[in-house]
Nanobody
Framework: QVQLVESGGGLVQPGGSLRLSCAAS????????MGWYRQAPGKQRELVAA???????NYADSVKGRFTISRDNAKNTVYLQMNSLKPEDTAVYYC???????????????WGRGTQVTVSS
Protein backbone atom coordinates (compact mmCIF):
# COMPACT_ATOMS: atom_id res chain seq x y z
CA GLN A 1 0.00 0.00 0.00
CA VAL A 2 0.92 3.67 -0.37
CA GLN A 3 0.53 6.20 2.41
CA LEU A 4 0.99 9.96 2.49
CA VAL A 5 1.34 11.67 5.86
CA GLU A 6 1.29 15.44 6.34
CA SER A 7 2.95 17.29 9.19
CA GLY A 8 3.71 20.85 10.23
CA GLY A 9 0.24 22.32 10.56
CA GLY A 10 -0.88 24.37 13.52
CA LEU A 11 -1.92 27.78 14.78
CA VAL A 12 -0.02 30.83 13.59
CA GLN A 13 -0.56 34.59 13.74
CA PRO A 14 -1.22 36.66 10.61
CA GLY A 15 2.06 37.44 8.90
CA GLY A 16 3.69 34.34 10.30
CA SER A 17 5.12 31.29 8.58
CA LEU A 18 4.64 27.55 8.56
CA ARG A 19 6.38 24.75 6.72
CA LEU A 20 4.30 21.72 5.79
CA SER A 21 5.82 18.36 4.93
CA CYS A 22 4.30 15.29 3.32
CA ALA A 23 6.15 12.00 3.16
CA ALA A 24 5.06 9.17 0.90
CA SER A 25 5.83 5.61 1.94
CA UNK A 26 4.96 2.04 1.04
CA UNK A 27 5.08 0.31 -2.34
CA UNK A 28 6.58 3.12 -4.39
CA UNK A 29 8.38 2.54 -7.66
CA UNK A 30 8.31 6.16 -8.78
CA UNK A 31 6.41 9.41 -8.24
CA UNK A 32 5.60 11.98 -10.90
CA UNK A 33 3.61 15.00 -9.72
CA MET A 34 3.13 16.04 -6.10
CA GLY A 35 0.95 18.80 -4.79
CA TRP A 36 -0.95 20.55 -2.04
CA TYR A 37 -4.68 21.26 -1.88
CA ARG A 38 -6.72 22.97 0.79
CA GLN A 39 -10.33 23.08 1.86
CA ALA A 40 -11.89 25.75 4.05
CA PRO A 41 -15.31 25.41 5.71
CA GLY A 42 -18.09 25.93 3.19
CA LYS A 43 -15.72 25.90 0.23
CA GLN A 44 -14.59 23.34 -2.32
CA ARG A 45 -11.15 21.81 -2.22
CA GLU A 46 -8.76 23.88 -4.30
CA LEU A 47 -5.26 23.50 -5.68
CA VAL A 48 -2.64 25.44 -3.76
CA ALA A 49 0.55 24.35 -5.48
CA ALA A 50 1.92 21.48 -7.54
CA UNK A 51 5.34 20.33 -8.66
CA UNK A 52 6.44 17.85 -11.31
CA UNK A 53 9.21 15.30 -10.96
CA UNK A 54 11.43 17.72 -12.90
CA UNK A 55 10.72 20.64 -10.59
CA UNK A 56 8.20 22.59 -12.69
CA UNK A 57 5.79 24.38 -10.34
CA ASN A 58 2.27 25.75 -10.49
CA TYR A 59 0.56 27.98 -7.90
CA ALA A 60 -2.87 29.32 -7.20
CA ASP A 61 -3.02 33.06 -7.80
CA SER A 62 -3.95 33.66 -4.17
CA VAL A 63 -0.64 32.26 -2.88
CA LYS A 64 1.85 33.36 -5.54
CA GLY A 65 4.76 35.20 -4.00
CA ARG A 66 3.97 33.88 -0.52
CA PHE A 67 4.11 30.08 -0.78
CA THR A 68 6.87 27.88 -2.19
CA ILE A 69 6.54 24.21 -3.06
CA SER A 70 9.58 21.95 -3.22
CA ARG A 71 10.39 18.26 -3.11
CA ASP A 72 13.10 15.84 -2.13
CA ASN A 73 12.87 12.90 -4.50
CA ALA A 74 15.30 10.79 -2.46
CA LYS A 75 12.95 11.07 0.53
CA ASN A 76 9.67 10.92 -1.43
CA THR A 77 8.70 14.11 0.35
CA VAL A 78 7.01 17.33 -0.75
CA TYR A 79 7.15 20.58 1.20
CA LEU A 80 5.10 23.76 1.30
CA GLN A 81 6.77 26.82 2.77
CA MET A 82 4.04 29.32 3.68
CA ASN A 83 5.03 32.90 4.45
CA SER A 84 3.02 36.06 5.12
CA LEU A 85 0.06 33.97 6.18
CA LYS A 86 -3.41 35.51 6.14
CA PRO A 87 -6.61 34.50 7.94
CA GLU A 88 -8.06 33.44 4.59
CA ASP A 89 -5.33 30.78 4.37
CA THR A 90 -7.07 28.91 7.20
CA ALA A 91 -8.01 25.46 5.92
CA VAL A 92 -7.24 21.79 6.05
CA TYR A 93 -4.25 21.20 3.79
CA TYR A 94 -3.97 17.92 1.89
CA CYS A 95 -1.02 16.59 -0.05
CA UNK A 96 -1.24 14.29 -3.03
CA UNK A 97 1.10 12.37 -5.28
CA UNK A 98 0.95 10.39 -8.48
CA UNK A 99 2.53 7.06 -7.56
CA UNK A 100 3.66 4.16 -9.72
CA UNK A 101 4.00 0.99 -7.68
CA UNK A 102 5.98 -1.04 -10.22
CA UNK A 103 7.47 -0.80 -13.70
CA UNK A 104 4.34 -2.59 -15.00
CA UNK A 105 1.83 -0.35 -13.24
CA UNK A 106 0.17 2.94 -14.10
CA UNK A 107 0.31 6.06 -11.99
CA UNK A 108 -2.48 6.50 -9.44
CA UNK A 109 -3.31 9.57 -7.39
CA UNK A 110 -3.01 9.16 -3.62
CA TRP A 111 -4.09 11.60 -0.91
CA GLY A 112 -2.99 12.32 2.61
CA ARG A 113 -5.50 12.72 5.41
CA GLY A 114 -4.86 16.44 5.87
CA THR A 115 -3.38 18.81 8.42
CA GLN A 116 -5.12 21.83 9.93
CA VAL A 117 -3.66 25.29 9.38
CA THR A 118 -5.26 28.10 11.37
CA VAL A 119 -4.20 31.73 10.92
CA SER A 120 -5.63 33.89 13.68
CA SER A 121 -4.74 36.63 16.14
Amino acid sequence: QVQLVESGGGLVQPGGSLRLSCAASGSIFSINGMGWYRQAPGKQRELVAAITSGGVTNYADSVKGRFTISRDNAKNTVYLQMNSLKPEDTAVYYCNAGVRRSDWDNYYLYWGRGTQVTVSS
